[in-house]
């Protein structure tokens, strides 16, 4: 039954839904056993998939999403109690034995996890994991099924598939392993594919590629989709119908253009308010929703949502709203208000009245605080055995200049393993660099001593990016953010006092300092980062990721937190970041950085609207937007392949073996210049530099 | 604490109602301890271990020594509970005083060697590189130089035994490499944590990331492993009173009565079975202790416990 339609453009609908239930979940309910009572994770969820559709399940971490559809498949562990049903195919899948749901599994349902390492075997090649699957399920010879495997290797878009069905998963990267996982899916010609955020550890571009294969293979198969993610631009592109859970509970539902434009629960207004957007206007303020969401073992008596919902009244508290139908066709809310949200948008709801009119971004951005000359950083590699003998380098930064000035903040953006992190880890001298210069204010640090370097330390701070592991786990929170004082020789009395005053200063309450970082949230411990990082009164903050391991409801406080601070402080701020989203929302300036190298860099306003740079553009274009109807009609510039190893980058420009611009649009001639002469960083009026030899601007949004 | 979350107080809201008392951080180890019943247990039978070794000898009738008028190979009974050896001794005066030597070696033993592994193990894994290798290599050497042929060696030129003092010092030289090993393997994986970073962003000195954090949590496998380190410096002090250099006759330790009644485990129980159970509860008790702290020093664990 293998329908293969021509390849179509990204992103729109492959195959026409009918309306035969594939997969029918009915008042599913998952319960965990635990030491401190029962954990309710799910709690009387509902769905209808019909063949060939697309859901998207949306929600944050412990909103019960992943469950679900666990249970679904029978993979949760022996303390889950499951009650409730769920077909496939009109069949009862719910309390079958392993192995009849195993087959079940194998035929009907194929899953798609985040990490696609430990979904394939390392000890098998891809080609002979793939060829097993198809003869499993085809009487067809070996060499006609390695003859498949070849040709789903290449309907998911992987390059040169004759050299990669000889390799071992650990030799392919992440994006191409998550894209064998679907050609092994697609060979199994299932009737549903259920996919848990199955881009969530891959980079933009990376993503971008990973979901058109994923278009690709339910064009191929005919499957239907179950997308779980926390991404809601990722289910915006992608999915026609939309399921947003949370406590447990399925609490909106309906066509994904009807809920994102008219949500009828507060929660789901809330989620649009939270998330910074690339196409969104610049000085609104982000809306948070207040508070964190409830615990699975104290789920309050009402509405799950009515603690942190500003709508929310007695009623709410007291009687847990079931999911109706609203006035639209197939869109339903739990939600027993959900009529008064006609026409509000999130400021209305969560806003807190002063940012409603906006906030005037008029600072006058003074001299520069911090200045990069051409920094490097090598890391060697040695051989193994007694000697350790240099034999190569990792080039993870290779000559960078930025320039940060007062009261700014200063984007470093880009893909994992571009030297980011690395290149504001050297300018607090946590990692020493190989060579080039770091002076603040006109004093060189890159030469101080470590003695020398400690009363600098007053100046430059940072914020990392997990707020787990960023707390030492032993220590109470107010020593925590005492710390600093107590290293510059402050009395422990007086480090304590200012704890309490920082603490205070970040939203949290100071009557928490004796506790201990396990007892706060993810986005109460940031909070608890900042102000350790403030301690000392720094003029610059370096925030590593700051807000990338939080939910989308946190981390837009924690954003509106960090504007609030520079404001009062008068703090610059060096804000390193892969979620160009964000960027776009909280900085002036942006530096986007392509294996070591900056490629691109001028004013956010001005980059966003016409990037020059062809990794710019792809960057750009692969952003997924939370909005149904522009997400699928973008223009997009897609870049293939994956970054190359650091360790031997390419000579000349060292975006060209990426490069759409090279590949498609340049002559012999032209791309000769890309191979041998590395591009300078040029500027191309007031202020926009980019290292091309043939950029020109495109506008993408 | 019942709640996994503190509420939040929203962007910039001001503060609400804590819930529960504040405390120190000093009396919630006490009070997590203080739960931990299989701990407190042993805490309390040691203590009486201890009162037993120490005041015991003021108390009894006969010491450890031979004494004339102790008829010899009594059963248990009588003047004599625990009976008597053929020497002429005094079985629970023996034991009496052998607990005292023994919880005086198997105790200095492991702290002496706790901190100096410790201490040796997370500067060897903090500094890295040649440091470290160097440091680790000066653990190989104690470690492959097996210790009763040192102690072998080493006799054949000090006559008449040693003070429990000498005892613990040669146990700890030999012992403490293996802590130094554990803690440098814990260290290695805590320096790469972004605490140690954030401390050293804030312009925290080695030493000060050492103790402060390094450290602290690397608390569990510490105790564990100078806990197992008692048990070890029991048997060896033991095993060197054999060779004839730990503590000699007519003094005497735990270990060395033990080796004594070998023998007479069948024939003469009453020599063997007090110290060998003494023994074995000592270690029992220490170990529960062990655990108890390694529960209350590490802030994740939940309070109530059993």
Known sequence: MTVTTSAGGAGTDPVRPDDEAVLEVTDLSVDFTSEDGPLRAVRGVSYTLRRGEALGIVGESGSGKSVASMAVMGLLPKNARVSGSAKVLGREVLGLPDSEISKVRGERIAMIFQDPLTSLNPVYTVGYQIAEAVLAHRRVGRARAHERALELLRLVGIPHPEQRVKQYPHELSGGMRQRVVIAIAMANDPDVIVADEPTTALDVTVQAQVLEALNAARRETGAALVLITHDLGVVAGHVDRVAVMYGGRVVESGPVQEVFHSPRMPYTLGLLGSLPRLDGDRATRLTPIRGTPPALNAMPAGCAFAPRCPMARDRCRDEEPALSATDAPGHTAACHYSGELDGVGPADLFGDGTAAAGRERTRATGAPVLTVNDLVKNFPIRSKGLLRRKVGEVQAVSGISLELRERETLALVGESGCGKSTTARMLLRLIERSSGEIVYRGQPLHDLSPRRMRPLRHELQIVFQDPFASLDPRMTVADLVGEPLRIHGERAGRARERAGDLLDLVGLDPAHGSRYPHEFSGGQRQRIGIARALALQPKVLVLDEPVSALDVSVQAGVINLLEDLQEELGLSYLFVSHDLSVVRHIADRVAVMYLGRIVETGPTERLFREPTHPYTQALVSAIPLPDPVRERERERILVTGDVPSPADPPSGCRFRTRCPKFAHGLSEGERTRCVEEPPELLDRGSGHRDACHYSEAVELL | ?306
């Open chain 2, 1 to 306: 604490m019942s709640e996994k979350t503190l509420p939040d107080t929203g962007p910039r809201a001001r503060a609400e109602a804590v819930g529960g008392p504040e405390r120190t951080q000093m009396q919630m180890i006490v009070r997590r301890f203080l739960r931990h019943r299989p701990a407190m247990v042993s805490l309390a039978v040691l203590a009486v271990i201890t009162a037993f070794a120490f005041l015991g000898p003021h108390l009894w009738a006969w010491d450890h020594r031979v004494h004339g008028e102790i008829p010899p190979s009594v059963p248990p009974g009588g003047d004599h509970p625990l009976g008597t050896t053929r020497a002429g001794h005094d079985v629970l005066g023996q034991l009496m005083r052998g607990a005292q030597q023994t919880l005086k070696v198997a105790l200095t033993v492991s702290v002496l060697s706790t901190v100096v592994g410790s201490l040796w193990g997370a500067a060897a894994g903090y500094y890295g590189g040649r440091t470290d290798a160097l440091m680790m290599r000066v653990v190989d050497v104690f470690m492959i130089v097996p210790l009763l042929v040192m102690v072998a060696a080493i006799s054949g030129t000090v006559r008449g035994g040693t003070t429990w003092w000498a005892v613990s010092l040669i146990i700890a030289v030999f012992s403490w490499a293996q802590i130094a090993r554990v803690v440098r393997g814990v260290v290695l994986s805590l320096r790469e944590q972004e605490f140690v970073e954030a401390a050293r962003a804030a312009g925290a000195s080695p030493w000060w990331i050492i103790v402060r954090h390094l450290l602290p949590n690397a608390a569990g496998p510490i105790i564990v492993a100078a806990t197992l380190l008692i048990a070890v410096a029991i048997l060896l002090e033991a095993g060197m009173s054999f060779l004839g250099f730990g503590i000699q006759l007519p003094d005497i330790s735990l270990g060395r009565m033990i080796d004594d009644a070998r023998t007479a485990a069948t024939t003469r129980p009453w020599l063997f079975y007090p110290p060998g159970v003494l023994l074995v509860v000592i270690c029992l008790t220490v170990n529960f202790i062990g655990d108890g702290l390694r529960d209350a020093l590490d802030p994740r664990q939940t309070m109530e416990r059993r």
